[in-house]
């Protein structure tokens, strides 16, 4: 058992464990002093000085980012005397920061205002021309620099350094002249460059993506997982469905980590930040039957349709030609659901569910996994991968060449991307084909049955990690059109096969 | 292809060498460079890098962060004028302006020809000798009009 | 009354003081030897009873920062010493003096502390434009290596220490202690904000003491002649003597030395007085970090203690005249614009409010500022005071209320009230 100590502040009685600052204490037990440097996986390098708290006993106020807590220490960081101290380290951060609040995006999560209206409001002495630097400066692919606004608190200089290890930043020059840039030569694009955008306290360092899409007030914020990989960090999808005319009109406007310490830590790499820009975009919304005379169907007569051709199937013996292409993209709802119907219900052999090689790509010491999908690993739960085989795309194109498989199941995954343009003419030779899934894609024409499936941001699920943890995410958006999750479709099916197709 | 040739690369390794920890060395190191060069380039920060087995971004910081070591070149002769309170009590501000006259450059500049470059410095610590000129790693205390005008005449 | 004998500076009319054979022809390096000869225990004894403080500027006890380097057996590996040579507050040279004259006597005090702490590496950091100096003390250095004064088994003794030389680039706040480890290692000057202390964890992250020039020079005296002695030279904690570097509106400008405790007014008629007869307006007493005095106020005893009841500090000892010509305005702006020249930038008070004092003053003196300005300047002053890592920003908030308080109608001058 740790040790740990009680000291007091503000007249209220903490504890605190062994090694502990009295600001990570306070932090820990939801007590706000104000900072901007400290970062719980960056470190205290006390030169902000905004954490100022008077101390009973010692002569000057001091830094609580550096105070160690120790029994009976008495603190006090709410005082008018200390809330004093630290509106006037606010007041010096003040005097050349540019008054960008109109143009600039961090404006409504900015530590400046933040704290100016809460423990600042005095009127401004400052009547100098301000000094100016370095404004809009794109120095890497994510991020846009501008160094007026910084206020050197290091966390960026700090992330390069200890987190990304790619040490593209730093602090060059001397004094108040100083600026934070990259190397010269060097551009910030290392995998994990958004986070600085979150790290900075200021708009110094801000999304390029998001840049002047829409003000941060508008956004509702929903704790999702990020699908990108099987790692599934955490995360806020930050959503615009209040002012329709921003943000290009789409809905997700952009997603932040949510700090995990088993899982993500504080960080999400870009590839899953900035993977999800088009959530929007070719969009299903209309349940469809493609083949024949085309038409919009209402959910209930698809499934009841599909159904019998299914029955139709079993009978004469051919089930063993219907294949189904899925991934490691199904929630643990899905895969459930999938396998009642399936494998269960429907009693199918061939199955596609290997990441290979579509949804495989970079992984790293720190987040990114090389499965680029959330939850093979729910799937594998339910044996799919040991009890239940995955087919290689080869040699499904070869077994529909041969002939071997007349049908094929497309569960939110696109074969001409894997196949290129050659898979058009195996597509073409089916007999049956139901797409499903929350985007058009290129296959989506092909299909004789085309089913709007949610995305991930559109329903509730769990997803399991390659921990084996199965982690919650929940519903920021509203479906589409007629789109429903993959489950409740798979159910549907499902009840429509167990009634015999409605015959 | 390296910023430097072979005896100077054995000098710069040698400070690598010279103290405790091999990085002690970076500060002397730079300041060699300076000499050789007149500034610290990029591709001297790259070598140095390398050579101390540290970020680049490491490098930058100490070269940008003292006044020693410049961007860009400085003339053959460094000419420093302290602005220490001492030395301004004593005339060091018409000695900047008689200096730039006669160097035809402002503070903060080299001339065309390379041969001198102008900059202020803070306390050389030689306000008995005040006001005082740094020229170069020369000490001028008790500057004059007349001895400005020979140093300028006699520095090629 | 007859003041004792100076102890650093009383050979400085011997040409070649700074050559080992001179030097030692006058007793030098013999406290060294009676150092190793009475042993760790008895030479701490002495160091106690000296009441020797640190003469760069901070005056921290030297023997209780000795005494704070954790023995060998506590913590095994390298301790070191370095001397603070990066002298660079204005209106301070004795440094410079010291070792330009007198380098041996540098490095025989170095050794002694080296001694005292169980170093057996030393470095000597020098700022980089005492360029003359460093190669004075190259030579010094050579001259006590070939003599077995430097280097293995010193003097015959058990114990080695070897002294390196290192050069400083250009920056002020690389006198600051944890900020010339910094430099040392490689980085940025940025001060450490302890703990650890240096003395637990410094260059390099070993034990390492940090003292003065002129701190290190005076141990061989009391190694000689007694803590006790030393002691008794000054005031009740302010042991022995200290050099006063005078500049200004003076006649003589130069390195003078005293007992601790000697009062303003001496020092200043040992250099001859105001330069041409002028009346005295000011003095600033210990460097420029320090808060100015008004010539009513030059009965101070110049030790640690006593200056601090006229709210200014000994410093470093850096005495600036100021004559009836001086506008303490354009004296503020000249400290202030040297203290936003050489804030190193990490903590935002004094790197943005040292920027923000120089630009209100510069206003002022070139007939831009009004009296609301003197309250700014007031309350920024204090707004910066004690919020900052450093020494260095604390002086950014405490000089210019200094000049304004003592010399009110040179700030009314150039910030007066405006109409409209």
């Known amino acids: 058992m740790a040790k740990t100590f009680k000291f007091s502040l503000d007249g209220a009685v903490l504890e605190a464990r062994e090694g502990e600052t009295v600001l990570e204490a306070a932090e820990r037990a939801g007590v706000r002093i104000p900072h901007y440097c400290w970062h719980r996986a960056l470190g205290n390098p006390g030169n902000c000085r905004m954490c100022i708290v008077e101390v009973e006993g010692a002569p000057k106020p001091q830094v609580s980012c550096r105070l160690p807590a120790r029994e009976g220490l008495v603190v006090r960081s709410a005082t008018p005397a200390a809330r004093r101290a630290q509106a006037s380290a606010l007041e010096l951060h003040l005097v050349d920061h540019p008054l960008d609040c109109p143009v600039c995006d961090q404006s409504g999560e900015c530590g400046l205002q933040d704290y100016y209206m809460d423990i600042g409001r005095y009127p401004s002495a400052m009547r100098e021309d301000k000094a100016h630097a370095g404004k809009r400066l794109p120095i890497g692919p994510h991020i846009m620099l501008d160094q007026e606004r910084c206020i050197m608190c290091t966390r960026c200089t700090r992330f390069t350094a200890q987190v990304s290890k790619s040490h593209e930043l730093g602090i060059f020059g001397r004094g108040h002249a100083q600026v934070v840039d990259v190397v010269p030569g060097r551009s910030l694009d290392n995998p994990y460059s958004g986070n600085l955008a979150d790290i900075c306290p200021v708009g110094a360092l801000t999304d390029r993506d998001f840049r002047f899409q829409v003000r941060v007030w508008y956004l509702d914020e929903t704790a999702s997982l990020c699908p990108g990989c099987s790692r599934g960090c955490a995360i806020f999808a930050h959503t615009s469905t209040k002012r329709p005319w921003h943000n290009k009109g789409r809905r997700l406007a952009r997603l932040k980590p949510r700090s995990n310490p088993e899982v993500n830590g504080h960080w999400v790499c870009d590839e899953g930040r900035y993977g999800f820009a088009d959530f929007d975009s070719d969009r299903l919304g209309k349940v469809m039957r493609l083949k024949g005379d085309a038409a919009e169907r209402p959910w209930d007569a698809v499934s009841d349709e599909i159904a019998v051709a299914w029955h139709q199937v079993v009978r004469n013996k051919k089930a063993e030609g219907l294949a189904v292409v899925a991934s490691g993209a199904l929630s643990n709802e899905d895969w459930q659901a999938f396998k009642s119907l399936f494998v269960d219900a429907l009693k199918l052999s061939r199955f596609l569910f290997t990441p290979e090689p579509d949804q495989v790509g970079a992984e790293d010491e720190l987040l990114r996994r090389r499965d680029k999908v959330p939850n093979l690993a729910g799937g594998m739960a339910l044996g799919f991968g040991t009890r239940i085989k995955s087919l290689t795309w080869d040699a499904l194109a070869g077994d529909i060449e041969a002939g071997k498989v007349w049908g094929l199941y497309v569960v939110d995954r696109d074969p001409l991307k894997v196949w290129g343009e050659e898979g058009r003419g195996l597509l073409e030779r089916l007999d049956f084909l139901v797409y499903q899934g929350p985007r058009k894609g290129l296959t989506g024409d092909l299909a004789h049955f085309r089913l709007p499936a949610t995305a991930w941001l559109e329903e509730d699920g769990h997803f399991t990690n390659f921990q084996g943890r199965v982690q919650s995410y929940r519903q920021a958006l509203a479906p589409l059109g007629a789109a429903k999750p993959d489950w409740a479709i798979f159910a549907g099916l499902e009840a429509s096969w167990r009634s015999g197709g409605g015959l | 292809m390296s910023a430097f040739n072979l005896e100077q690369e054995k000098v710069l390794e040698s400070w690598t060498q010279r103290y405790p920890a091999s990085i002690m060395g970076l500060v002397e190191a730079l300041r060699q460079v300076q000499q050789w060069h007149r500034c610290v380039t990029d591709e001297d920060e790259e070598y140095l890098a390398g050579l101390f087995a540290v970020p680049r971004s490491r490098i930058h910081e100490v070269a940008t962060f003292f006044q020693s070591f410049t961007r860009k070149p400085t003339g053959r002769h460094r000419i420093g004028i302290c602005r220490g309170l001492s030395c301004s009590l004593a005339g060091s501000k018409e000695m900047c302006s008689c200096l730039e006259k006669k160097l035809g450059i402002k503070e903060g500049e080299t001339t065309a020809d390379g041969r001198f470059s102008l900059e202020t410095m803070e306390c050389l610590g030689a306000c008995d000798q005040a006001p005082a000129l740094l020229i170069n790693d020369e000490l001028k205390g008790a500057a004059t009009e007349e001895l400005v005008a020979k140093l300028v005449e006699e520095l090629k | ?420």
């Open chain 3, 1 to 420: 009354m007859s003041r004792p004998d100076p102890l650093l500076t009383k050979h400085f009319d011997e040409t070649r003081l700074h050559e080992l054979e001179t030097f030692r022809r006058l007793g030098g390096y013999e406290g060294l030897k009676k150092a190793l000869a009475m042993g760790r225990e008895a030479l701490m004894a002495e160091m106690n009873k000296s009441n020797l403080r640190g003469l760069g500027g901070a005056g921290f006890g030297a023997a209780m920062k000795w005494s704070t380097v954790i023995p060998e057996a506590k913590n095994p590996g390298p301790r070191y010493v370095v001397v603070n040579c990066d002298e660079s507050e204005p209106g301070c040279f004795k440094d410079r003096v010291l070792v330009t004259r007198s380098p041996h006597a540098l490095i025989e005090g170095l050794l002694i502390a080296a001694y005292a702490i169980d170093a057996q590496r030393a470095f000597i950091f020098i700022r980089g434009e005492y360029e003359l100096q460093h190669r004075i003390l190259q030579k010094a250095l050579d001259e006590a290596r070939a003599a077995g004064l430097v280097g293995e088994h010193i003097l015959g003794s058990g114990f080695s220490c070897a002294i390196d030389l290192m050069r400083g680039a250009g920056a002020y706040i690389s006198g600051l202690d944890t900020a010339l480890l910094e430099t040392m290692e490689g980085k940025k000057a940025w001060p450490r904000q302890p703990p650890p202390f240096p003395t637990a964890a410094g260059l390099m992250g070993r034990p390492t003491v940090v003292n003065n020039v002129e701190t290190l020079s005076m141990v061989p005296h009391i190694v000689l002649r007694g803590g006790e002695w030393f002691a008794k030279l000054g005031t009740a904690k302010s042991g022995g003597t200290v050099l006063f570097s005078v500049s200004g509106h003076v006649e003589k400008p130069g390195v003078y030395e005293f007992p601790m405790g000697t009062p303003l007014r001496e020092i200043l008629a040992a250099a001859g007085g105001v330069k041409g007869g002028k009346r005295l307006k000011a003095v600033i007493p210990g460097g420029v970090s320090t808060p100015v005095l008004t010539a009513d106020e030059l009965d101070i005893p110049m030790d640690f203690e006593a200056p601090r009841a006229k709210g200014t500090f000994l410093g470093a000892g850096g005495v600036i005249v100021l004559d009836e010509t001086a506008d303490m305005v354009m004296v503020a702006h000249n400290i202030e614009r040297f203290l936003a020249h050489e804030s190193c930038g990490q903590c935002t008070p004094c790197r943005q409010g040292s920027f923000w004092h120089e630009r209100i003053l510069e206003r002022g003196l070139s007939g831009g500022g009004t009296a609301q300005d003197l309250a700014t300047l007031e309350r920024a002053g204090e707004n910066i005071t004690g919020k900052v890592i450093c020494a260095l920003g604390d002086t950014v908030g405490v000089v210019t209320r200094a000049l304004m308080k003592k010399f009110p109608e040179d700030f009314k001058a150039k910030f007066p009230e405006r109409r409209g």
